[in-house]
């Protein structure tokens, strides 16, 4: 399974994005996938998990009420509608399927990852 993320760009505080990741092929309607981020000088996070029928939805609570992540298994891809974007959500997002058909918070738990899509919010 290859993932490629999409939709990342620079944008100012209070705006919204929408990111998508695409899978290769359709074995991702299978899983549980994911969105983490990396901000420059931190550690991989968290942001928002979905089960594989899109039923169930997870997040960190720093995105909650902003960002909702939903997918589309006939089209193979999932989406991250961020809203009210602030500075301190700069970071490159990264999708990611899990091998479960939940949700999960643990990046140990994500087999397939995409190569990242830069988000830059200025203030």
């Known amino acids: 399974v290859q993932l490629q993320a999409s939709g990342g760009g620079l944008v100012q505080a209070g705006d919204s994005l929408r990111l998508s990741c695409a899978a290769s092929?359709?074995?991702?309607?299978?899983?549980?996938m994911g969105w983490f981020r990396r901000a420059p000088g931190r550690d991989r996070e968290f942001v928002a998990s979905?089960?594989?029928?899109?039923?169930?939805?997870v997040y960190t609570d720093s995105v909650k009420g902003r960002f909702t992540i939903s997918r589309d298994n006939a089209k193979n891809t999932m989406y991250l509608q961020m809203n009210v974007l602030k500075p301190e959500d700069t970071a490159v997002y990264y999708c990611?399927?899990?091998?479960?058909?939940?949700?999960?918070?643990?990046?140990?738990?994500?087999?397939?990852w995409g190569q990242g899509t830069l988000v830059t919010v200025s203030s």
């Open positions: 990611a399927q899990n091998r479960y058909v939940t949700t999960s918070r643990r990046s140990d738990d994500y087999d397939y």
């Open positions: 092929r359709r074995t991702n309607s299978n899983n549980g």
């Open positions: 979905i089960s594989r029928s899109g039923s169930s939805t």
